[in-house]
Antibody
Framework: QVQLQESGPGLVTPSETLSLTCTVSGGSISDNYWSWIRQPPGKGLEWIGY???????NYNPSLRGRVTISVDVSKNRFSLKLRSVTAADTAMYYC??????????????????WGRGTLVTVSS | DIQMTQSPSTLSASVGDRVTISCRASQNISNSLAWYQQNPGKAPKLLIY???TLEGGVPSRFSGGGSGTVFTLTISSLQPDDFVTYYCQQYHSYSRTFGQGTKVEIK
């Protein structure tokens, strides 16, 4: 069955760039849309953005300008870059499979499969 | 952004109780609503999508209802594994948003 695994540094210096990768195993990344979601310690969930294997993306307006999601179809993985991080970006970061509907060239979905998550702390 | 408001924030109940969690959207989202269950230290797990469709493998004691702006998640008979946190999420807007969560605790 399809599994997702996040990887990347657990500690990032303020003002630097957070970089994470999600590797998809047991299935093709071309089959679905994929998202990043984060959860600060003790708080709720925040959607970051989605990507399709074609490179079609969309982002949370509150993060647009700092975030880039990219895909590497040959390696069956997709990645997150978040620039100019602060302590407020400290969170558990999850990748997830994004199920839903294409309307007006945008994807509207929910998350039926999640990775285990990786904790990223922003601190000097 | 569409705001999602869950109530209550905390719910105290006993094994075997029937409980209902509410989720209210700041605008009409039709039936574009999902519910998740999250155990401490774990990733969320999808329970329900399209407001009332049970995800495969989810016990039938979970049910969802509502449309428009008001939605509910009902657990017909609480089991020990159910005392965790639940989130709703709208996908009527491409910018998906979650409720703040409802923690179900043992009375």
């Amino acid at each position: 069955q399809v599994q997702l695994q996040e990887s990347g540094p657990g500690l990032v210096t303020p003002s630097e760039t957070l970089s994470l990768t999600c590797t998809v195993s047991g299935g093709s990344i071309s089959d679905n849309y994929w998202s990043w979601i984060r959860q600060p310690p003790g708080k709720g969930l925040e959607w970051i953005g989605y990507i399709y294997y074609s490179g079609n993306t969309n982002y949370n307006p509150s993060l647009r300008g700092r975030v880039t999601i990219s895909v590497d179809v040959s390696k069956n993985r997709f990645s997150l870059k978040l620039r100019s991080v602060t302590a407020a970006d400290t969170a558990m970061y999850y990748c997830a499979r994004d199920q839903g509907t294409l309307r007006f060239l945008e994807w509207f979905g929910y998350f039926d499969l999640w990775g285990r998550g990786t904790l990223v702390t922003v601190s000097s | 952004d569409i705001q999602m408001t869950q109530s209550p924030s905390t719910l105290s109940a006993s094994v075997g109780d029937r409980v209902t969690i509410s989720c209210r959207a700041s605008q009409n989202i039709s039936n574009s609503l999902a519910w998740y269950q999250q155990n401490p230290g774990k990733a969320p797990k999808l329970l329900i999508y399209k407001a009332s469709t049970l995800e495969g493998g989810v016990p039938s004691r979970f049910s969802g209802g509502g449309s428009g702006t008001v939605f509910t998640l009902t657990i017909s008979s609480l089991q020990p594994d159910d005392f965790v946190t639940y989130y709703c999420q709208q996908y009527h807007s491409y910018s998906r948003t979650f409720g703040q969560g409802t923690k179900v605790e043992i009375k």
